[in-house]
């Protein structure tokens, strides 16, 4: 079982032979998707991203931040942690610490930084004080090449019909925009904004990370198929061979 299959449920049974069927939610969905919003630079996203974890923190709700790498959770860790945000940084490198970290992922007012592996399919339960504050933030701090990998993330929050929420803070020098569209990556740093606004039209450009998720997707996709095909001949061979 999976929350995470309709994405891939054509591949799973054109490969397998394995049928994607959805479960019907045992609890109300309470959880809130915010706004998409976009910056510039990760200079711009970082200090926005400071701006509203110290909110959640004064009002004792818990935030959990997704970052695509290692080191940029670390350097991320680092840059709020100059900025005077406590917080606790679990990136996969310090296993035997990953179940206490995670378990109190969900207390009032923590910030927890993780790499979007690590703390993959647990269940993060808020405090009383927490769910009072709205319970799990969860913040993608860019998106992944694969919606399937997104939705693990955001699904972390909100769990058992408990409150919650999720948002994306994409930027220009994001990776998926860089690797997959780099003009459109050039252009979105290169935007002049208003003064003392440092986002740019979520709008129009969220539209152009979508298009890149889907590039990537198909491009691992084919890689797949390839890979299935390569090890279907292998076997062939040897079966000839036997």
Known sequence: MTGTAQEAAGELWRFYRLEVVSVRRHRPFCGEELPVRIFRNRTEKWRALSE????CQEGGQPVLLGCQTIEESEQLAEYLRSDGIKLVLLNAKSMSEEAEIVARAGDAAMVTIATNMAGRGTDIVPDPQALEAGGLFVISTGMEEARRIDRQ??????????PGSSAFYLSGDDSLLNDYLPD???KLRSLKNTPGDAEVPAAKWYSRFQLAQRLAEKARYEQRVATFFHNELLNETKERLV
């Open 153 to 162: 993330l955001k699904g972390r929050a909100a769990r058992q019909g408990q």
């Open 52 to 55: 509203v974890i110290r909110t």
């Open 184 to 186: 459109d990556a050039r």
